[in-house]
């Protein structure tokens, strides 16, 4: 009797430990998979400074919220990870000397503002603005002893007040801020902003086919809106709010209209308002 009671609690018992088994290495599994995520964005963050990095500067910087094993609980600072076109991988390496040597370097991150109305500026977008460079440090984690920051372009540094960017003064290309210590050593950060500050030009209208369609050129950021006024009078728009794309516009066969026409680019800056003249769309039985 006593066999028949221990057999089944042997198999539950048998049966939890291949559970507990399986759930961490499908755990480790995942874990894993996240601090390999995390190599990559940390070896974006320095600009592909570094080849290789550790599960301790991961745990360091914040980019993972756990250094240790499942069940042994064991450290992994140490643990080595590489990074090679942009792929990473643990390695058969421990090196506790790169892991100190990592956690001093500081991850620099940045902050862009468009001074002209003080909006986020973000990278890979459009202004015509001055743009205001801040810069911080990854958990607020900021090195000791900072010399000197200043900004290039083309490893030429650009004269800058307060960091910020004038658009006039610039062009759209990848910068670079440069972070100095007291010790003489040098991180850098690059960054990228793209400057038009050139309204799109007119160039004709084709008033043919029963429609009508402005064309306008914009050689660097392009255009991004071309927009309309139709009008059965000769009075003019005096904002650019009167204006609405073309397949909005309802216009009546044989009526006389009058068309303006406005454009915008990709930094937001409006053309000169073009009259086009005298528009009859001609009905079908015409």
Same mark, same amino acid.
């Given at each position: 009797?006593?066999?028949?009671?221990?057999?089944?609690?042997?198999?539950?018992?048998?049966?939890?430990?291949?559970?507990?088994?399986?759930?961490?290495?499908?755990?480790?599994?995942?874990?894993?998979?996240?601090?390999?995520?995390?190599? =990559?964005?940390?070896?974006?963050?320095?600009?592909?400074? &570094?080849?290789?990095?550790?599960?301790?500067?991961?745990?360091?910087?914040?980019?993972?919220?756990?250094?240790?094993?499942? =069940?042994?609980?064991?450290?992994?600072?140490?643990?080595?990870?590489?990074?090679?076109?942009?792929?990473?991988?643990?390695?058969?390496?421990?090196?506790?000397?790169?892991?100190? @040597?990592?956690?001093?370097?500081?991850?620099?991150?940045?902050?862009?503002?468009?001074?002209?109305?003080?909006?986020?500026?973000?990278?890979?977008?459009?202004?015509?603005?001055?743009?205001?460079?801040?810069?911080?440090?990854?958990?607020?984690?900021?090195?000791?002893?900072?010399?000197?920051?200043?900004?290039? =372009?083309?490893?030429?540094?650009?004269?800058?007040?307060?960091?910020?960017?004038?658009?006039?003064?610039?062009?759209?290309?990848?910068?670079?801020?440069?972070?100095?210590?007291?010790?003489?050593?040098?991180?850098?950060?690059?960054?990228?902003?793209?400057?038009?500050?050139?309204?799109?030009?007119?160039?004709?209208?084709?008033?043919?086919?029963?429609?009508?369609?402005?064309?306008?050129?914009?050689?660097?950021?392009?255009?991004?809106?071309?927009? &309309?006024?139709?009008?059965?009078?000769?009075? $003019?728009? /005096? /904002?650019?709010?009167?204006?609405? $794309?073309? @397949?909005?516009?309802?216009?009546?066969?044989?009526?006389?209209?009058?068309?303006?026409?406005?454009?915008?680019?990709?930094?937001?800056?409006?053309?000169?308002?073009?009259?086009?003249?005298? &528009?009859?769309?001609?009905?079908?039985?015409?």
């Amino acid at each position: 009797m006593k066999k028949k009671i221990l057999i089944p609690m042997l198999i539950v018992v048998i049966l939890i430990f291949v559970a507990t088994i399986v759930y961490g290495v499908c755990y480790s599994n995942k874990n894993n998979e996240d601090i390999l995520n995390a190599s =990559l964005e940390w070896y974006k963050d320095l600009d592909g400074l &570094y080849s290789k990095t550790t599960i301790g500067t991961l745990y360091h910087y914040g980019y993972i919220k756990d250094n240790k094993t499942l =069940l042994l609980k064991k450290n992994r600072d140490c643990q080595v990870i590489e990074i090679y076109q942009d792929k990473a991988n643990f390695i058969e390496e421990e090196n506790c000397n790169l892991n100190e @040597e990592l956690k001093k370097v500081p991850i620099i991150q940045i902050k862009m503002t468009n001074v002209s109305d003080n909006t986020e500026y973000r990278e890979n977008t459009w202004t015509s603005s001055d743009v205001k460079v801040d810069v911080y440090f990854k958990n607020n984690q900021a090195p000791i002893n900072i010399s000197s920051m200043y900004i290039t =372009l083309n490893s030429q540094p650009i004269i800058t007040e307060n960091l910020i960017i004038k658009a006039d003064e610039n062009k759209n290309d990848t910068y670079t801020i440069n972070l100095v210590l007291e010790d003489g050593s040098i991180y850098t950060k690059n960054f990228e902003i793209l400057i038009d500050t050139t309204a799109p030009t007119y160039i004709n209208a084709d008033m043919s086919n029963n429609d009508f369609d402005a064309i306008f050129e914009d050689n660097e950021s392009g255009i991004r809106d071309i927009l &309309y006024y139709v009008s059965n009078t000769t009075y $003019p728009p /005096t /904002t650019v709010e009167q204006f609405t $794309p073309k @397949e909005e516009i309802q216009i009546n066969s044989d009526q006389t209209y009058h068309v303006w026409v406005i454009a915008t680019n990709y930094a937001n800056i409006n053309s000169e308002i073009t009259y086009l003249g005298e &528009y009859v769309r001609k009905s079908d039985n015409t």
